[in-house]
């Protein structure tokens, strides 16, 4: 019986330094020995990241990972590196960079504290804020564009905690449409069954402007939060690190200048604020 439970104990410290092991290789290191770089994208995030007519995620910030993966195959002097694409969802993406399932999230996630605590973020990949897609018509004639309206909203997106902290239900009486994607805002918009769809600037001008149909809603010009995007990790130095160096290599060089071009020219020249977050972020080697 002694015997057994010295074996049992052996068994058990083993067991614990093979998963110490594990916990201590660095993200880098697991790619290098996989040979496997797994993205995150959302399949209707438009212009972020999206799945396009071919049904392959597109999209600026799919664009940025795959200049990211190739330097990080470089670094790592791999031949080939097998770059998966997997799908996630505002509500799984967390869940999805912590578990392992994917090494970065290439989508328009918005940086806070909160979320530093737990994740780690690249540099700057976009400046935006949260805005208003009304139908036609619809936009309020006074200044107070949240008043009594009914608001879709994504779950689990900052646009939704900054609605709930501006007491949007409470004090304005406005109610909150929680709906799992844009597709479904768009369709409760559609519907009558919300009055507004609250999310970032930069998503509702495209949605607009793809939907085929945009004499048929308008984006308010109220702004009511700042969204400053990142790629978002695993806490790790050295994989964070090569993504930051990746980044800040395509704003040095001007590169990014055809991949903004490429998803939001028909927006428009980029504004200063977005001109300067790329010279602040173009860090020297």
Same mark, same amino acid.
């Given at each position: 019986?002694?015997?057994?439970? *010295? ?49 392959? @995620? ?9 200049? *990211?993966?190739? &330097? ?89 905690? %900054? ?17 799992? &994607? ?22 509702? !001008? ?9 004499? %048929? ?25 090569? *993504? ?5 290599? !395509? ?6 200048? @055809? ?7 028909? !927006?428009?020249? @980029? ?11 173009? !860090?020297?080697?």
């Amino acid at each position: 019986m002694k015997q057994t439970k *010295v074996f049992l104990l052996a068994v058990l410290a083993a067991l614990n330094l093979n998963a110490s092991a594990l916990a201590a290789e660095s993200a880098l290191d697991q790619i290098k020995s996989s040979k496997t770089l797994k993205l995150g994208y959302r399949e209707n995030s438009i212009p972020f990241s999206f799945v396009g007519p071919d049904n392959l @995620p597109q999209g600026y910030s799919v664009d940025l990972c795959k200049v *990211v993966a190739d &330097d990080i195959a470089r670094e790592l002097k791999l031949d080939k590196l097998d770059v998966r694409w997997v799908p996630v969802t505002a509500q799984n993406r967390f869940e999805m960079v912590k578990s392992g399932k994917i090494d970065i999230e290439c989508g328009n996630t918005t940086q806070t504290l909160a979320r530093r605590a737990e994740f780690d973020f690249s540099v700057m990949t976009y400046a935006d804020g949260a805005s208003l897609l009304f139908r036609k018509g619809g936009i309020p004639a006074g200044s107070d564009h949240l008043s009594g309206q009914r608001i879709a909203v994504v779950a689990g997106t900052t646009t939704e905690k %900054a609605l709930e902290a501006l007491g949007a239900s409470a004090r304005l009486g406005a109610t909150l449409v929680h709906v799992s &994607d844009h597709d479904a805002a768009l369709k409760a918009l559609a519907e009558g069954r919300a009055t507004a769809y609250a999310a970032d600037r930069t998503v509702l !001008l495209t949605i607009a402007l793809a939907s085929g149909n945009a004499d %048929a809603v308008e984006v308010s010009t109220v702004q009511f939060t700042y969204e400053p995007y990142g790629l978002m990790m695993r806490p790790d130095q050295q994989m964070r690190l090569a *993504v930051d160096r990746a980044l800040a290599r !395509l704003y040095r060089s001007g590169a990014i200048v @055809p991949i903004f071009q490429r998803w939001f020219g028909q !927006l428009g020249t @980029p504004g200063e604020g977005l001109k300067v977050m790329y010279l602040l972020n173009a !860090l020297p080697e």
